[in-house]
Structure formats: structure tokens, C-alpha cells
């Protein structure tokens, strides 16, 4: 692409807009906006200019100021992606969508809230259970804002029963590259009216536009939850439950798979402790309803179910203090793992596929030799594999030798295995920069070049998060 | 558009690929061919060609030739359509999908059904509960079939709680208008991996492509299921109760109003009789559940807060006899009315609104002297108005009279009027023929302008289910 260079021309154009305090353009102040969660450093570029809007207007004539201009524009939420979906590539505009913190309303009569883009996923939860309200998704890192939920379709554990974000939202006002804006979708729980461009925009991630408002469906709150913890002698045995938990009469809000070794790295970290030391593979079951004689009912039923199939035992958390340090430990795996992490993987597979996808990247990490920590989303077939560059074993962790070759070569070996099992390459953390190359490989051609003739209609000039997804 | 004249040629390659048999040319045998469920003969058209494929290699081959010869394709799945979805405006190949019939598989282990196009609801849900599970929605009409419950992106009572079709679609085989054959999506639960092509697909009415396949995620069933009638003296009362059950601890099903008048053309129509003569309007609510004793719960608690707002009382069916007489009732009042209806509209508002957009309908309909009976799915806002020829009263239908001016009026005030309610055109009907022109009111330049260049992406030479949608 040939984009403009930004002059100071621009800059003073971009100031009129947001005002100086709201424009960054020393490097060292533009560190934090060179880069999001994506561990390796080498991913990171600097924009030329980083630019802060408050309104959809200001957004508006940023955008229209950029296209006319030919400058690229990166958005940015709260950077917590996993895939470099927020580096200004090619420099230019990074467009902080961290003023737009306005939560309109959260609409009791319709039961949905009205964000906007730069709203935390915290500030949203908090607003909606003030109002005795509930959104069920829950994505990993509450730092993350709204736009980027949205253009990402952020999942987290609780899919299983209630779906991802798509399911949520019903409205979205997106600022297009040219400065247009329109309002996809509204206060509707339904529509069959036209192509879904409010679909097609969810999962964008940024590269059709810019997502300032978005409207979510909200749900009356679970009147009681209960975790449940199953140890079992394997991964396999804990993994090959999932199936007969699904097809039961008792949806779970969450089945989440873990296993002795990588808890052991938490436990560490957090200096917490686990509820067992049994087994070596662990279910993490989170079951919600509407009283609690019906949740002790199904946590009866579900536990059998699970001692049926081989689990060694089971951990009921019924209250809150227990229920947290176990949750705790599952969400802070990743922070734990973080500091000799090279990435974290997404690989998404049918469920019924896990335990045989998820034997084959041990063997993998056997036959490599590098540490290939794998958990996630048991329910709903969505894996995190890890590629570290370190093993941790008796309390401490030791580097890989050669983990500098290995990465790249597991890096491709977990994707094969996930196309071979009939999986995608992405469940919740989008494609951004870094997995680009992996999307050509699992689709084909007819949808890559669908996907590129819908960014050509969306946005011609090529200005919007240049270098994503496609 | 100009598009190709069919030869002698084309028929007879057309043949070669689906066999003598799997071919209609003789206009009396077409009949069926030139519509859909709409009432309006004068909506009509009849293809040159009826072709009837039994595989997806035979779809992609006639697609391939038509594409090359520029041959108009109206694909057709069940015909239960409302908008002339299915009506071959140009002329050419009617398409249709009824050979393609396969289940191909009710897959225990991933939850998900496996279907062909050409797989009728009903077909589909007895395969589906012979496994012991369970698919939510349920769209009005069991002879719809798979292909065009995904390109409609069907609703039906119970998308309150679950949600529409487009929730459960996982995958879609789709043959694209050049003769093409793509698999979207797969046996995932999750994905983030690039524009959303199948959420494009879902809803796009056959005009982007040919859907010849879909998987469909199921859920275990519940054990039990209640039905709720709900007697009010005014359907204002009715309605606004629907805010507080949705803001309460319990998400039905399905929530239904209904007025008197509509049931007594029902009663009539089918020598049954409504639960209660009390009151002028209804709820009928569905509640489901993972026991006997919740429901009982949930039904006393729904049935107090009805009561509470204004209920005259509450009748609970708890066995399937009594449930069966009700949901015939509901399920038939269109079948009752039909012979005097000009027009069934499909325009959903935000449900907080429902009340006031009904109100402002029935003024409507007394300003015009014409009756819009209307009611629909209280919880989600989609309000089915029925454009009447004829009034039943005291037992007997009535012809109003002026009914042919009267009609446009009606149809033109009841959209004007969801969109002042921040409404659309379509919760689950989809655009079709006839709603074309609505569709422009309630979509801005921007949205209708991406459309535009969607299906130029998709279908450049606008062969795939012309004159519809957009």
C-alpha cells in the first residue's frame, strides 16, 4: 500500500479536532501504543501520530480528514488482544478509542445496555449488575473495552451455554473509513432485513470501520453458581467426559480442562492453593440456575456423571470464597505462564475432537521437545495451546535449548494438527497481524477472495487497520 | 438485467446433469413453481425451467452453466415463505432443492445435526428427538425446509429465550453462483477467524449463493415444558407486563399476545375452544426447565407477577393435551385467517415499545376502516399485523369495503410507523419481493450502498435469486 506520509499539515488538522491535549506524538510517549498483549516484542511499530477522540463526530473527521488524505488509521481499544490486531503496521493514525467512556443507558425496559467503544468490559459489569442485570459472556481480560470485544466477537468460558458477544449484540454505530457513519442493527432482538452487516462487522476487527456505540442484550442474573473441580488419572479420561456432560439434560454455563502442571505454575505465582492434588487432568465445570436447590440437583447429577466416567472425585465450590481462589487460579494461568511464554495459541476444534487434538500436540511437544502447555474451553472445542521458551518443573523454571528454532516449527505443527482435526484457526483471539498466514492455509480460496472483495466494498482506499485479518 | 433467453440447448444440458426426470418445462406442471405462501396471486411469475438436483455436485454444475450462459437462478427451498422470496421474477431456472434430502448425520458426540437444504423441519426435528436431543427454534411452518430456514434466517415463538436460527448454524455448504462449492464454518462452536461468511450467508435469501448443506447445533432437551394463558382486559395491560416477566429471574421460552378477536376467527375456524372467555387480550408464555418442580416455581412466580400488573387470571397447562390445544390455537390463527388476508407484516420493534406501536396500529386501522388484527412475539418485539379484506364478527366474515385502496395505505402506515418506533421492516419473514421498497425506508445510504457491493462480490453477474433483497 501507498499511503501518505503524515505531515504537519495533518497534525495541525487532527489537533483541531481533538484538541492538543488529546494528541501524542513523542516516540516516548507512543511506546504503549505500539503494541497490545502479543508477548514478542518484535511485533511492535510505532505510529506516527496517536489520536484521541471523545465523540463519534471527532471519530467522524478523523476519518474523513484520513481518507482524503491517504493515512492510515489503526483503532485501538484497550489492547488487550493476543494477535497484534491493534500495531499501526504502517504507521500513521493510531486512533485511541479510549475517550469514547460514555455508558448511555443501561435500558431496564428493553433490557440492554448502550456502550461506547472505549467503555471497559469492568465499568460495563459494573454498571449492569447495579441495575440488577447480567451479561453472560465473560472474556479473560476486563481491561478490555467494547469495540474491541465487539470487532473481535470475544468469547471466553461461559460460550458453552450462552453463547460468544455476537450473540449479544444487537446495535452498532460504526464511523466508516470515509467518515460516514450509520447504525447497524438497534434495540431489536430480531431482523431478517438484508444482508447482516452488523454480523459481518462483529469479528472485523477494525478493518471495516470504526465500531463507536454498541447496543448489548442483557439477561435477568443467575440466582445461584456453583464450580465444581474433577480430578482425573488423565487429561484424556477428564477430556472424554465433555461429550456425555453436553449431551446430558444440564447445560453447563462453563467446562473448562486444565491440567497438574500448568496449575502447578499458578499455584506458584499466585501462592494459592488448589482445592486437590489428586489426578493429573482436572474438569473446572461452572453451573448457574435458578435457585439452589435446583444448582445442588445438577451438581449431584453432573458429579456421578463424571465419577461414572473415571473422575477420582468431586470438589463442590458452593460459596463465594471458594469459588473465587478456584477461579482465580484458572484466570490467571495466562499471567502465570506469561514471563516464558512465546504466544498463546487458539485453535478451535469440534468438541468431540479435543482429547484426540490435544493427545497430538503432547506428542508434538514430546517429539519437539518444547513445552506445549495446553488448556482452555473443554465444551466448546476452543484450545490454548502455549508455545514457551521455558519448562517449569520442580518449582522452578529451566530455558529450552533452541526454543528460537522450535517456536516457529510448533507454531505450525499445532495449526496442521487443528486443521486436520476439522478445526479453525481462531475461536476468540481474531487473526489479527500474527495468524494472518494461518488463515490462508485453513480456508479456501473462494472465501479469501469473498473476504477480500467485501474490505475492497467496505473500505476502497485501504486506510482501516491496514495489514489485518486479510 | 439482461439476461439469456433459454434454449433447447440449455435443456438439454440441464438434463444431462439431473436426468429427464428431475426436469419440469410445461407450464401447467409449473404452477406450483410460480409462488409462495403470500396471499397475492398477482405476485406470480413462472420460470422457463424447474430443476431439480439431488446432489451438491449437480447444484455447482447447473450453477456453472448458468453463470456461463447468464441464465436467471431462483432457488427454492420449502415455498413457506412470505415475501416472494422463492417467485422467479425474471423467468430461467427455478432451482429447486427438495431432492437434496439427506440427514446426513444427528452427530451425538458434537451436539449437531448435519442436514441437506432440502430436509424439511419436521423431517429434521423427528431425527433430532429420535437421538434424544433438541433443536429450539420453531419457526411457524414444519414444511419449511433447512436451505431456506438459513437464508431467512427463520425466528418462530421461542427465539426469547434461544435465540433465532442464525444462533445455531455452525456450518454451511454453500455453492456460490459461479458453480464454486465452499464449506463455511465447520463443527465449531466458536470462531474468529476472518469476516463472518456465514453469518453473511444466513439471511441473504438465496441471492449470494445457493446453501445446499447445513450443521446445526443442538442442545439436550428440557424435561418438561408449561404453558401460561394469561387473561387482561386490554392488550395495553398485556403487553405491559412483558418488560417486567423479561427484568424478572425467569426467561421464558416464548412469549405470545393475542387478542380476543383474532382467537374467536381461530375457535371458529378449527371447532376449538381458548382456555377462557375472561378478558380481551392475552400472554400465552412458555416456560421450560430442568424439572417438574422449577417449573411449577417459575409458573407461580410468573403467574403472581402477572397478576400483580393486572391479570384477570392464570391458566397453566401442565399436561401435553391441554398445551397441545393452546399452541394449535396460537399456531393456526394464520391459517384461519388467510383466506381473508391480503398481507401478514413482519416489523419488530425494541419490546419496550411493543405496546405503543400496537396502539398506534389499531388506531391506525380505525382511522382507515380496515382491520390489522395484529399480534406476534411479545418478548421480542417482532408484531405480525395482518392486512384484512374482510372482518369477522358475531361468527361471520364481512368484506370491507374499499379493502383494494385501503390496502397500500395500511401497509405503507404500519411501516411508517415501526420505524418511528425505531423498528425494521423484517424480524423473520426477510425481505423477499414484496418488502423491497420498505426495505430502502428503514436502511440509510450507507447500509443500502454496502449491500449493493455485497452482492456484486458475491454474484457479479447478478444470476443468484434476482430482484430480491436489494
Not at 492538543?20 to 501504543?33: L, Q, S, V
Not at 477420582?312 to 470464597?321: G, H, N, P, R, S
Not at 481462589?325 to 490467571?332: A, P, Y
Not at 498466514?437 to 474490505?455: A, C, N, P, W
Amino acid at each position: 500500500m501507498n499511503y501518505a506520509t503524515l505531515t504537519p499539515a495533518h497534525i495541525e488538522k487532527l489537533t483541531a479536532i481533538v484538541g492538543a491535549g488529546n494528541i501524542i506524538t513523542e516516540k516516548e510517549k507512543m511506546i504503549d501504543y505500539s503494541h497490545d498483549e502479543f508477548s514478542q516484542a518484535e511485533i511492535a511499530h510505532f505510529p506516527d501520530i496517536v489520536v484521541k477522540p471523545h465523540t463519534t463526530e471527532e471519530v467522524s473527521r478523523i476519518m474523513k480528514l484520513a481518507s482524503e488524505q491517504n493515512l492510515p488509521v489503526t483503532p485501538r481499544g484497550g489492547a488487550t488482544g493476543l494477535c497484534g490486531g491493534c500495531v499501526p503496521i504502517y504507521g500513521g493514525i493510531v486512533l485511541s478509542l479510549e475517550g469514547l467512556k460514555k455508558i448511555v443507558e443501561i435500558d431496564t425496559e428493553n433490557v440492554m445496555a448502550v456502550a461506547e467503544a472505549g467503555v471497559t468490559l469492568q465499568e460495563l459489569y459494573q454498571a449492569i449488575e447495579a441495575k440488577g442485570l447480567y451479561l453472560p459472556p465473560h472474556p479473560g481480560d476486563e481491561n478490555a473495552t467494547v469495540g474491541g470485544l465487539v470487532v473481535c466477537n470475544a468469547g471466553g468460558a461461559r460460550a458453552v451455554k450462552y453463547g460468544v458477544i455476537r450473540n449479544f449484540v444487537r446495535g452498532l454505530e460504526v464511523v466508516m473509513p470515509d467518515g460516514q457513519v450509520t447504525m447497524l442493527g438497534g434495540k431489536l432482538i430480531k431482523s431478517s432485513s438484508g444482508y447482516s452487516l452488523l454480523h459481518l462487522m462483529i469479528g472485523s476487527e477494525g478493518t471495516l470501520g470504526v465500531v463507536t456505540k454498541a447496543i448489548i442484550n442483557l439477561y435477568p442474573p443467575p440466582q445461584a453458581i456453583y464450580t465444581l473441580v474433577v480430578p482425573f488419572n488423565s487429561l484424556g479420561e477428564a477430556i472424554k467426559t465433555v461429550p456425555a456432560i453436553i449431551q446430558g439434560t444440564i447445560m453447563p454455563m462453563a467446562v473448562e480442562f486444565l491440567e497438574r502442571e500448568t496449575i502447578a505454575v499458578t499455584e506458584d505465582f499466585l501462592n494459592r492453593t488448589w482445592p486437590t492434588k489428586d489426578g493429573s487432568a482436572y474438569l473446572m465445570i461452572i453451573l448457574d440456575g435458578s435457585s439452589e436447590d435446583e444448582l445442588m440437583q445438577q451438581a449431584e447429577a453432573i458429579g456421578q456423571l463424571c465419577l461414572d466416567k473415571g473422575a477420582l472425585d468431586v470438589f463442590v465450590a458452593d460459596d463465594k470464597t471458594k469459588q473465587h481462589n478456584i477461579l482465580e487460579i484458572r484466570s490467571q494461568t495466562y499471567e502465570a505462564m506469561r514471563g516464558n511464554m512465546l504466544e498463546i495459541l487458539d485453535v478451535t476444534v469440534p468438541r468431540a475432537s479435543i482429547a484426540d487434538f490435544v493427545a497430538a500436540v503432547h506428542k508434538a511437544s514430546e517429539e519437539m521437545g518444547i513445552w506445549l502447555p495446553t488448556y482452555g474451553h473443554a465444551a466448546d472445542g476452543n484450545v490454548h495451546t502455549h508455545i514457551m521458551r521455558a519448562r517449569f518443573d520442580k518449582g522452578k523454571w529451566t530455558e529450552t535449548p533452541g526454543w528460537q528454532e522450535k517456536y516457529e516449527k510448533a507454531r505450525d505443527r499445532v495449526h496442521e494438527l487443528g486443521k486436520e482435526f476439522g478445526g479453525i484457526v481462531s475461536g476468540e483471539h481474531g487473526i489479527g497481524m500474527v495468524k494472518k498466514e494461518y488463515l490462508t492455509h485453513f480456508l479456501d480460496q473462494v472465501q479469501l477472495s469473498l473476504m477480500r472483495g467485501i474490505k475492497q466494498v467496505f473500505d476502497p482506499k485501504g486506510i482501516c487497520n491496514p495489514g489485518k485479518v486479510i
